[in-house]
């Protein structure tokens, strides 16, 4: 019976996140993913949870940083996504990166190997039917335009929408080791790094000067007519639109210097390019922080004047799709659900939330509150002194409906400390994910408890 079920709606990193979560709480749960039936234009397989993007989660250090503070609250959550990253991470420095090939492969197999999970290979056009008592939308950012006018027109509300701009990648044979190097910044070790996760690529003071000349003045990707007014999203901007705020911006940004030194002349240079690794071969590696919408021949000619990057073989050339949410604060309620029909929840980056980890946080609570629901139990909410419920609160009404973007967690979402701990920086950092991993637990026993 369709009441007895629940019906996610994608299946990228929010939707199998969810379904993840709602089987494992017991729920019967029926996934439905266009891919391949239908394509889109970012995604090239039809793996389950494929990175379109960067291989990059971030920050690991739950310490210090919120999004790593996510990470292990994810992890203790009993989160898929986290325990697949875990299981196919890469050398990063202090960042959590995985390998997008072998990260997808496993989220798609333990989804098709669970019991409680049926995927159904096929388009979702309109909402779902009113028989379907539990439906998550977790469509993410490229939803289809048939869905997408579905739902404005049952919320009367405009869908919100940013661009979004994809980093090339590099063959790593064909990067000048004569001239790049490896290094961490500060030479810091992170999870199964070594202190030497990155390709440097230098660049003294005349060279950055005519790289950002060259990008200012390099062919952009043209807009369409209906495209021309949507907003970038202020952390994922193309490289050549930071370059035109200032020709400092970015000797200040993606390409700053700090904490590393040139071989050649033990000196720092003036501007640094650095590359990431993207797969487990160590055979590609992305262009940290350039997403652009330079034309793809434009790319090569320009990123090629890169010193180290002068005989650069791309295994993927830069690109710009568009991202698409909805003004969660006005039509959301706490537990995520659509206030104009609360059988349907909505999870992921179209929620108003940016980046992966987010994004399946979200499917995390969505999976996790439908279960519960079916169950006939209270869908309580993660406390706002956690990553995740700090997340969850914004979105369903800490922002202002008026003037909502998407947010990457942080920590300027979470409560603050008591006015008796007079403490800054990275101390005050320290206790807030203290604070947040004692309070998880304990919402998390709670649950267990309950079921």
Not at 121 to 135: F, G, Q, T, V, Y
Request: charged share 25%.
């Amino acid at each position: 019976m369709q009441s007895d079920l629940v019906h996610v709606i994608g299946g990228g990193l929010a939707g199998s996140e969810a379904a993840w979560q709602a089987a494992e709480a017991g729920a019967r749960v029926v996934l439905h993913e266009m891919r391949p039936v239908r394509g889109t234009d970012a995604h090239q397989t039809d793996g389950l949870a494929e990175l379109v993007c960067s291989n990059s989660f971030r920050s690991d250090d739950w310490e210090n940083n919120a999004v790593g503070l996510l990470h292990e609250e994810m992890r203790r959550a009993g989160s898929l996504v986290l325990r697949a990253a875990d299981a196919h991470k890469l050398p990063a420095g202090g960042a959590l990166a995985v390998d997008r090939h072998g990260f997808s492969a496993a989220i798609t197999h333990a989804l098709e190997e669970h019991p409680n999970i049926e995927i159904a290979r096929e388009e979702i056009a309109s909402l779902p039917p009113d028989d379907w008592r539990s439906a998550i939308i977790a469509t993410g950012p490229l939803t289809s335009p048939a869905l997408a006018d579905s739902i404005r027109a049952l919320t009367g509300e405009d869908a919100l929408a940013f661009f979004d701009a994809i980093a090339p990648i590099v063959h790593r044979e064909s990067i000048d080791f004569s001239i790049a190097w490896f290094q961490s910044r500060y030479d810091k070790v992170g999870p199964s790094g070594d202190g030497a996760d990155y390709i440097n690529c230098p660049l003294d003071e005349p060279q950055y000067r005519a790289f950002i000349s060259a990008l200012i003045a390099g062919e952009k990707t043209e807009f369409k007519e209906w495209e021309k007014s949507t907003p970038y999203f202020e952390g994922c901007l193309p490289i050549e639109v930071m370059a035109s705020r200032g020709e400092e911006t970015l000797r200040f940004g993606p390409m700053k210097p700090v904490g590393l030194n040139d071989p050649r002349n033990g000196h720092r240079p003036f501007a640094v390019v650095q590359l990431r690794q993207d797969n487990a071969l160590g055979s590609l590696w992305n262009m940290v922080g350039f997403q652009t919408k330079l034309k793809h021949g434009e790319q090569s000619r320009i990123f090629r004047t890169i010193p180290g990057l002068q005989e650069a073989s791309f295994a993927r050339l830069g690109g710009l799709h568009r991202n698409t949410f909805i003004n969660s604060p006005r039509l959301l309620d706490s537990a995520l659900r659509l206030k104009a029909r609360p059988s349907l929840r909505f999870a992921g980056q179209i929620t108003g939330v940016e980046g992966y980890v987010e994004s399946a946080a979200i499917g995390l609570l969505a999976g996790r509150f439908a279960a519960r629901e079916l169950a006939g139990e209270i869908c309580e909410s993660p406390p706002s002194t956690t990553a995740l419920g700090a997340l969850l609160n914004h979105i369903t009404g800490g922002a202002d409906a008026k003037t909502f973007q998407p947010m990457n967690v942080n920590f300027g979402l979470f409560p603050d400390l008591a006015p008796s701990l007079r403490v800054r920086g990275r101390d005050r950092k320290k206790l807030m994910a203290a604070r947040a991993i004692v309070d998880l637990e304990s919402w998390l026993g709670v649950r267990a408890a309950a079921e």
